[in-house]
């Protein structure tokens, strides 16, 4: 069986291994080049250390160093930064943190052997059919024809819309700073989300002593850094952030203005009930886009990696039932992840709440 990744980012790159080790022919079409790709921190649940027991990668993972170190207590945090709740250590989430950038190195590595076109653009033409197969067309007109096509190409995929799958994007109704601190830097041993009055920020220290932070901040979409006429985006954290407790200030100031990521957080205006039509499935954001209010979509990409690595595992033959396949992944898939999306719906509602008493300075 031949089988097609568009996207090399987490749900991508985890798929291709994941499924190479299941013993099919992979390789990965990725739009971008091989440099580093943008990211900040991203936050690993136990789920998606199951995900890797089954995608054959759990050694490496669990050698992989992460953060919070042992012993961090988990806090929120009012805006003048007095604790308004301290977690006992049974309910602390059991969460590895890691720079984005050192996951995807590690499930680079895991995709050894696997083909990776970088800098290459590919679009669905034809999702196939029992017999048809499916076939994808690079920017320069060349064409390819697949068994099976696994299409993580992020929250704006193309291959959703190709598909007649998409329901359109929901503005939350805010954005989010997120940056990496330059070098080591003091958190008090405290890691957490600090809710304000529409507002929030967090802290978790990563494995080299660099702390990943984010600002989140109820806005109207589209209000960038420029279009406020400032300079930066880390000035318009500072900016959003100035009357907050001096610790989270100092992040963002010992954070290089380069490294400071911005963006207004969308998620599927409906969750999708199925995953595929005829020989491809949507992975990742692509399928199940959601806002980060409960740190699982990464972990959701993986558990769509883990859960196609296991449907073909003993199947990737060149007679394989690609279509029964691909409804068994949906019926597996689909409705956990709607779960999933709606509940960081939720969440995200309930943490952007107004709260006169949680402002700046009360």
């Given at each position: 069986?031949?089988?097609?990744?568009i996207?090399?980012?987490?749900?991508?790159l985890?798929t291709?291994?994941?499924i190479?080790r299941?013993?099919?022919?992979?390789?990965?079409?990725?739009?971008?080049?091989?440099?580093?790709?943008?990211?900040?921190?991203?936050?690993l649940?136990?789920n998606?250390?199951?995900?890797?027991?089954?995608?054959?990668?759990?050694?490496?993972?669990?050698?992989?160093?992460?953060?919070?170190?042992?012993?961090?207590?988990?806090v929120?945090?009012?805006?003048?930064?007095?604790?308004?709740?301290?977690?006992?250590?049974?309910?602390?989430?059991?969460?590895?943190?890691?720079?984005r950038?050192?996951?995807?190195?590690?499930?680079?590595?895991?995709?050894?052997?696997?083909p990776?076109?970088?800098?290459?653009a590919?679009?669905?033409?034809?999702?196939?059919?029992?017999?048809?197969?499916?076939?994808?067309?690079?920017?320069?007109?060349?064409?390819?024809?697949w068994?099976?096509v696994?299409?993580?190409?992020?929250?704006?995929s193309?291959?959703?819309?190709?598909?007649s799958?998409?329901?359109?994007?929901?503005?939350?109704?805010?954005?989010?700073?997120?940056?990496?601190?330059?070098?080591?830097?003091?958190?008090?041993?405290?890691a957490?989300?600090?809710?304000?009055?529409?507002?929030?920020?967090?802290?978790?220290?990563?494995?080299?002593g660099?702390?990943?932070?984010?600002?989140?901040?109820?806005?109207?979409?589209g209000?960038?850094?420029?279009?406020?006429?400032?300079?930066?985006?880390?000035?318009?954290?500072?900016?959003?952030?100035?009357?907050?407790?001096?610790?989270?200030?100092?992040?963002?100031?010992?954070?290089?203005?380069?490294?400071?990521?911005?963006?207004?957080?969308?998620?599927?205006?409906r969750?999708?009930?199925?995953?595929?039509?005829?020989?491809?499935?949507?992975?990742?954001?692509?399928?199940?886009?959601?806002?980060?209010?409960?740190?699982?979509?990464?972990?959701?990409?993986?558990?769509?990696?883990?859960?196609?690595?296991?449907?073909?595992?003993?199947?990737?033959?060149?007679?394989?039932?690609?279509?029964g396949?691909?409804?068994?992944?949906?019926?597996?898939?689909?409705?956990?992840?709607?779960?999933?999306?709606r509940?960081?719906?939720?969440?995200?509602?309930?943490?952007?709440?107004?709260?006169?008493?949680?402002?700046?300075?009360?």
């Open positions: 069986m031949r089988i097609a990744v996207g090399g980012g987490i749900a991508g985890a291709a291994a994941g190479a299941a013993g099919a022919a992979v390789e990965v079409f990725e739009r971008s080049s091989r440099g580093a790709a943008p990211g900040a921190g991203i936050s649940f136990p998606s250390r199951a995900a890797m027991r089954t995608l054959g990668l759990l050694d490496g993972y669990d050698r992989r160093p992460h953060g919070p170190a042992p012993g961090t207590r988990t929120m945090r009012r805006p003048n930064g007095k604790v308004a709740l301290a977690f006992p250590a049974w309910a602390r989430p059991k969460v590895r943190m890691f720079h950038n050192d996951l995807r190195e590690f499930l680079l590595d895991s995709c050894r052997g696997v990776i076109h970088w800098d290459t590919v679009a669905l033409d034809d999702d196939g059919d029992t017999v048809r197969p499916a076939v994808l067309t690079t920017a320069d007109g060349r064409q390819s024809a068994d099976l696994v299409a993580a190409d992020g929250v704006r193309a291959t959703r819309g190709f598909l799958l998409d329901p359109g994007l929901r503005y939350a109704g805010y954005t989010a700073w997120r940056g990496v601190t330059r070098g080591p830097a003091d958190t008090g041993g405290m957490g989300e600090d809710w304000g009055s529409r507002q929030r920020f967090g802290t978790v220290p990563l494995a080299d660099r702390v990943y932070w984010f600002a989140v901040a109820s806005k109207q979409v209000r960038t850094a420029a279009a406020e006429g400032l300079g930066s985006e880390k000035e318009a954290a500072e900016q959003e952030f100035a009357s907050w407790y001096p610790a989270a200030r100092a992040l963002i100031a010992g954070t290089d203005a380069a490294e400071v990521l911005r963006h207004d957080l969308y998620d599927l205006a969750p999708l009930h199925v995953f595929h039509r005829g020989r491809v499935a949507l992975a990742g954001d692509a399928a199940h886009a959601m806002t980060p209010d409960l740190g699982q979509g990464a972990g959701c990409g993986l558990e769509d990696a883990a859960a196609l690595t296991s449907l073909l595992r003993g199947t990737a033959g060149p007679d394989a039932d690609v279509g396949l691909l409804e068994r992944y949906s019926r597996r898939r689909a409705p956990k992840a709607a779960r999933l999306l509940a960081s719906r939720l969440m995200g509602r309930l943490a952007q709440r107004e709260r006169k008493a949680w402002r700046p300075g009360s």
